[in-house]
């Protein structure tokens, strides 16, 4: 099925991944520019995807290697300083260090990103550029800060975070660095060879501004995710039939046009605004019952039997195996 439903695109499904190219290409023009960027946008519009399936392949063939990184901030799990660079470590396995044996232990990410000549390299001998991506970014604000442990550890990263984007090197640093001066001379100072990209829902934006004494980068690079255009939803839904099967097309251009309109409420392709994830689930969901029918081809009556009934059934499936009394509980 060449539609994802609710699942979000990833490198392996990105030649499926269509209708975003020009946020696509933006987004990497302003992580190339920044040492950290923001993506931020209301949830349904497809910011996991375009970060796994649109920028990640662009900036790979550029130099860069991603790290996905998602703090645990439960009690007793390793500090975020400590996942951070595990995180690294498991991304870069394929890479060679060039001063192997240089990182030290419990040192800040500043640190371990800043020692002298070490670099990662591909087996061509390229540089490999680490590019942090925490998505879900709004875990922060809402998971971390359910205990007193997750707040403390929510406060490390942010101290580790702030220093890492700031291009700042740590206070505990300056203070050995006063006592031992020679330390200097492992460190290039002047370092800036990785990128940050921080992606949250829009409606975090507010506590995320509360950050911005440590980070003032926060408020400099940033990219706001808007639904798609008709156009681009029109793009989304072709693409990946024609792609499928480019001698038997999985749905026409009128039948896509009328599943962007059915997605849009009824409007025009020049007025719509298509939220990405219902209109893939619609277009799954059209193809799953193609499938069931054993038809060629996504058509038009297909469509308008299914008006009615489309998330109905969907949500039905989902929920087949909750007990009546646990969806009385979440207000089904």
Not at 182 to 210: C, H, K, N, Q
């Amino acid at each position: 099925n060449p539609w994802l439903g609710l699942a979000s695109f990833t490198e392996e499904s990105r030649q499926y991944f269509f209708g975003r190219e020009g946020e696509v290409a933006e987004l990497a023009r302003r992580v190339q520019r920044k040492l950290l960027t923001v993506l931020f946008g209301k949830s349904g519009l497809g910011k996991t995807s375009i970060l796994r399936a649109g920028l990640v392949p662009r900036l790979r063939s550029q130099g860069y290697f991603p790290v996905y990184l998602r703090i645990d901030y439960g009690h007793g799990s390793p500090e975020p300083a400590e996942q951070i660079k595990h995180a690294i470590r498991e991304a870069a396995a394929l890479g060679v260090w060039t001063q192997v044996g240089v990182a030290a232990a419990g040192e800040s990410i500043w640190e371990f990103l800043h020692h002298r000549d070490d670099v990662l390299e591909d087996a061509s001998g390229q540089t490999l550029t680490p590019l942090l991506i925490f998505d879900q970014f709004e875990e922060l604000f809402t998971l971390a800060q359910s205990d007193e442990a997750g707040r403390a550890r929510a406060a490390h990263f942010i101290e580790e975070l702030a220093d890492l984007v700031e291009n700042r090197p740590p206070k505990a640093f300056e203070a050995r660095l006063e006592a031992d001066e020679s330390m200097a001379e492992r460190f290039d100072f002047t370092r800036s060879d990785y990128r940050v990209v921080i992606a949250l829902r829009e409606d975090y934006l507010a506590p995320l501004e509360g950050l911005k004494r440590l980070m003032p980068s926060l408020s400099q690079n940033r990219l706001r995710l808007a639904p798609m255009t008709g156009i681009q939803a029109l793009e989304a839904v072709l693409q990946p039939g024609n792609r499928r099967r480019p001698d038997n097309p999985l749905v026409s251009e009128e039948v896509a046009e009328a599943i962007v309109r059915f997605v849009a409420g009824g409007s025009e392709l020049a007025n719509a605004e298509v939220e990405p994830s219902l209109l893939s689930l619609i277009c799954r969901e059209l193809n799953e019952q193609r499938l069931a029918q054993q038809r060629s081809e996504i058509s038009q009556d297909l469509l308008a039997g299914s008006h009615d009934t489309i998330l109905s059934n969907f949500y039905e499936r989902s929920l087949a195996d909750q007990s009546r009394p646990a969806l009385t509980r979440q207000g089904f």
